[in-house]
Structure formats: structure tokens, C-alpha cells
Nanobody, 121 residues
């Protein structure tokens, strides 16, 4: 039914850019927030950025000024524009959404499958 489909990951040299996309599909009543997490080998998963239902954003300190999260409500899609990429940005990036499916009384969290971002030095 409801699923998150990610795209845009890949290999890039340090200083380059990538744009990740995450589209929520299915019968959705509302989306409270969507965001991006990442996890590198040997490190804990961390929140990279999020945007809530009224457009308020939040970023990890390590990506402020380099990454920008945005949303397209008509398409139920969130984007992560990543500029000035560094090798330490290398990780599996996963989209997360807290949303209410049509016919449900409460919202539920959903996860994308993950997309690999690799930044070479």
C-alpha cells in the first residue's frame, strides 16, 4: 500500500553534488514530516535533515550550509540537495516519513529501502 521510493544516490568526488528524492506513494491522508537519515559502517544512524507539514526544517550540524531539504506537497515528495560533499558524507541514506494513510486514525512511520552515497577524496 504505502511505500517510500528513493532515488538519486551514487558515486561522486569530493566537492560534488547529488540530489536525493523520496516519493511517498499509496493512499495517503496527510504527511506530518519527512526526513533523511544516514548510517555509515561503524557509526550510529543519525538524522540528517527533516521538514514538517508546514515547511519547518531542521539539519544536523555537520551538514548545515551544504545540504538543503525541500518538499513538493502535490507529489508527496521530499528532496535532499547535497552540495560540497565530503568523504565523511559517505553512508546509506534512508528516507523516513511520519504519515497518516487514508482511513487510518493515527499516523505511522515508514522507511525507504536506502540508497548508497559514496564520496571519494
Amino acid at each position: 500500500q504505502v511505500q517510500l521510493v528513493e532515488s538519486g544516490g551514487g558515486l561522486v568526488q569530493a566537492g560534488g553534488s547529488l540530489r536525493l528524492s523520496c516519493a511517498a506513494s499509496g493512499s495517503i491522508f496527510s504527511i506530518d514530516f519527512m526526513g533523511w537519515y544516514r548510517q555509515a559502517p561503524g557509526k550510529q544512524r543519525e538524522l540528517v535533515a527533516l521538514v514538517n507539514s508546514v515547511g519547518i526544517t531542521n539539519y544536523a550540524d555537520s551538514v548545515k550550509g551544504r545540504f538543503t531539504i525541500s518538499r513538493d506537497n502535490a507529489k508527496n515528495t521530499v528532496y535532499l540537495q547535497m552540495n560540497s560533499l565530503k568523504p565523511e558524507d559517505t553512508a546509506v541514506y534512508r528516507c523516513n516519513a511520519y504519515l497518516r494513510p487514508t482511513g487510518y486514525q493515527i499516523s505511522t512511520t515508514y522507511w525507504g529501502q536506502g540508497t548508497q552515497v559514496t564520496v571519494s577524496s
